[in-house]
């Protein structure tokens, strides 16, 4: 299940029935939230999410780099992607190919 704000807001069981005019209680939205930070904060969702979260915060010189090949090299970004396609569509002939040991 998908969990949008307005699906919290929706007191019918059904998603085909639930619109965002729904009226809720406050004491309804309390426990919805209570019950989504119980499942959100358990540590077997949490150390992953955090841990997604900080690798994909964490800095990297790819804007850098780009810069460098494109202004400095003389690429043009329509080739550099090509060879980042390249480059992926090889990484999975790689991952695929149970020949090589």
């Given at each position: 299940?998908?969990?949008?704000?307005?699906?919290?807001?929706?007191?019918?069981?059904?998603?085909?029935?639930?619109?965002?005019?729904?009226?809720?209680?406050?004491?309804?939205?309390?426990?919805?939230i209570k019950t989504l930070w119980?499942?959100?904060s358990r540590k077997d969702i949490l150390l992953p999410t955090?841990?997604?979260?900080?690798?994909?915060?964490?800095?990297?010189?790819?804007?850098?780099?780009?810069?460098?090949?494109?202004?400095?090299?003389?690429?043009?970004?329509?080739?550099?992607?090509?060879?980042?396609?390249?480059?992926?569509?090889?990484?999975?002939?790689?991952?695929?190919?149970?020949?090589?040991?």
């Amino acid at each position: 299940m998908i969990l949008t704000p307005d699906r919290l807001l929706c007191t019918s069981g059904m998603l085909h029935e639930c619109t965002s005019c729904c009226t809720l209680q406050l004491p309804q939205l309390k426990e919805r939230i209570k019950t989504l930070w119980g499942a959100v904060s358990r540590k077997d969702i949490l150390l992953p999410t955090a841990f997604v979260f900080l690798w994909q915060a964490t800095p990297s010189a790819e804007t850098a780099m780009f810069y460098f090949q494109t202004n400095s090299l003389g690429f043009q970004p329509e080739f550099l992607g090509r060879v980042r396609l390249v480059g992926a569509l090889a990484s999975l002939a790689g991952e695929t190919d149970d020949s090589v040991v």
